[in-house]
T-cell receptor
């Protein structure tokens, strides 16, 4: 247990479904992040939240919709995804300085 | 422009031997941090070691050490006395800026897959 909890661990969804990924941290960190990790690609930063305000959106398609109700929780709402969106989605948190603490990830398969 | 480069897609090492995983970076910032993470097949990213740009000594954490050569912009990870449990993907990452209010995005390299042979 790293201190960052992601649920679910695995998710299979159809292209017309709507689902949400959840990330929770109680480390007192102020920043939270969503990363996408596809096979044989570097981790891609998707969204950054600092004190629950979105500070970065790396040209992510609108079918991915993040939500950060407070500094401890981060969601990624998914709708009408494509098969190429299948990947490992990692959540992380950090202080402004210092390293990141990652969750165990959600392995998403879009069918 | 890619800022973190790991040129070794895959590496093999014999158990109990040492191995060096290469990482070069590019930044115009004077203040930055360099990190190494381990990712086993389970998917979690495990923090291994950190080197600040102003740190004069190479970082060490148990069997892990970071060979920091600032002028060459390299931050190689050295794993001594390899164990079978070290088999995993290893990522080098850089975080620019250390000031408050700066979320300092962590940018990752492509990763190196390490296999430890018994």
């Amino acid at each position: 247990e790293t201190g960052v909890t992601q649920t679910p661990r695995h998710l299979v969804m159809g292209m017309t479904n709507k689902k949400s990924l959840k990330c929770e941290q109680h480390l007192g960190h102020n920043a939270m992040y969503w990363y996408k990790q596809s096979a044989k690609k570097p981790l891609e930063l998707m969204f950054v939240y600092n004190f629950k305000e979105q500070t970065e959106n790396n040209s992510v398609p609108s079918r991915f919709s993040p939500e950060c109700p407070n500094s401890s929780h981060l969601f990624l709402h998914l709708h009408t995804l494509q098969p190429e969106d299948s990947a490992l989605y990692l959540c992380a948190s950090s202080h402004n300085i210092g390293g990141y603490t990652f969750g165990s990830g959600t392995r998403l398969t879009v069918v | 422009a890619q800022k973190i480069t790991q040129t070794q897609p895959g590496m093999f090492v014999q158990e109990k031997e040492a191995v060096t995983l290469d990482c070069t970076y590019d930044t115009s910032d004077q203040s930055y941090g360099l990190f190494w993470y381990k990712q086993p097949s389970s998917g979690e990213m495990i923090f291994l070691i950190y080197q600040g740009s102003y740190d004069e000594q190479n970082a060490t954490e148990g069997r892990y050490s970071l060979n920091f050569q600032k002028a060459r912009k390299s931050a190689n990870l050295v794993i001594s006395a390899s164990q079978l449990g070290d088999s995993a993907m290893y990522f080098c990452a850089m975080r620019e800026g250390q000031g408050s209010g700066n979320t300092g995005k962590l940018i990752f390299g492509q990763g190196t897959t390490l296999q430890v042979k018994p």
